[in-house]
């Protein structure tokens, strides 16, 4: 699942291939769309917001896309060979004279009204890489329901814009706590540090091909994808479980000597090391 630094690199890459320029092949392949038709107007930018993006164009329209698990956009130039996936993962393409976009497996794809984006992104929390950013707000978002598991929190998209799986267990191995503990037994200054620290993560990776939370290459994340090899702080094997975000469950790894609190009581799948 793209996290939000992900759609920040697809946003600019698309930015950097179409705003300013007209648009002269639109072809949208969904069906409530396959009418719609954009040539011959200017693209105006393409702006990530949480994990969904936003490509605006003349005439008050809006191409609104969201990568979920395996959709993706590639930009190529005339003559380059198209690698994004067979073509009947096509969604849509969107060329200028100079370059092509390919969007491939876009499971949400639509063109609404510029002025209607609140519809499709109004629900978002406050972005992690966005101008509107409010860490005061993201946290009274995040402590609203105080029972909820954290790490089932941190994916909400509704109480922060920007966390995807990976970031929702390095985020809560550098806070000292398991994904499980409920959002309000958080302690007061680690809750204090975490929108900071959110931010700091997605910031640090947006320019970057490789995530790394870690500070460390060849060592980039400190639990996610690890279990069962040790712990890059304390040797400890790391474990995984399943937690769920509210839709399906997510692999959700962690640390149990450097993480404290609630682990779900089948925790650690098979190979994953010690159990307490
Ligand atoms: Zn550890």
């Known amino acids: 699942m793209p996290e939000g630094d992900t759609v920040w690199q697809a946003a600019r890459r698309l930015h950097d291939a179409l705003a300013g320029k007209v648009l002269t092949r639109s072809d949208f392949r969904v069906p409530r769309f396959a009418t719609v038709d954009l040539t011959g107007r200017t693209v105006l930018d393409v702006t990530p917001r949480g994990k969904h993006l936003l490509a605006r164009v003349e005439g008050g ?4 896309s969201h990568l979920r698990m395996d959709g993706s956009w590639k930009v190529f130039a005339p003559g380059q060979r198209w690698s994004g996936g067979p073509a009947h993962q096509i969604r849509v393409i969107l060329g200028t004279a100079d370059r092509t976009a390919v969007g491939y497996r876009l499971p949400v794809l639509e ?7 609140q519809r499709a992104v109004g629900h978002l929390g406050p972005d992690l890489l966005g101008p ?10 995040l402590r609203a329901d105080p029972a909820r598991p954290l790490g089932e929190a941190l994916l909400d998209q509704r109480n922060l814009a920007g966390i995807g799986n990976v970031y929702k267990c390095e985020l809560c191995f550098l806070l000292g706590v398991t994904p499980w503990l409920p959002v309000g037994e958080l302690p007061a200054d680690r809750a204090a540090q975490l929108p900071a620290l959110a931010r700091r993560l997605l910031e640090a990776n947006r320019d970057r091909p490789v995530r790394r939370t870690t500070g460390v290459r060849g060592q980039d994340l ?3 994808g690890r279990a069962p090899r040790p712990c890059l702080r ?3 094997s790391v474990r995984v479980a399943d937690q769920g975000d509210g839709s399906r469950d997510r692999p959700t790894y962690w640390c149990p000597t450097c993480q404290s609190g609630p682990t779900p ?4 799948l098979a190979g994953a090391g010690r159990r307490h």
């Open 234 to 236: 304390c040797g400890t």
């Open 61 to 64: 329209l809006t191409v609104h």
């Open 132 to 141: 509107d950013w409010d860490a005061a707000r993201a946290l009274d978002n």
């Open 222 to 224: 400190f639990v996610y």
């Open 111 to 117: 063109v609404l009204r510029t002025a209607d984006e």
């Open 265 to 268: 009581r089948s925790g650690g």
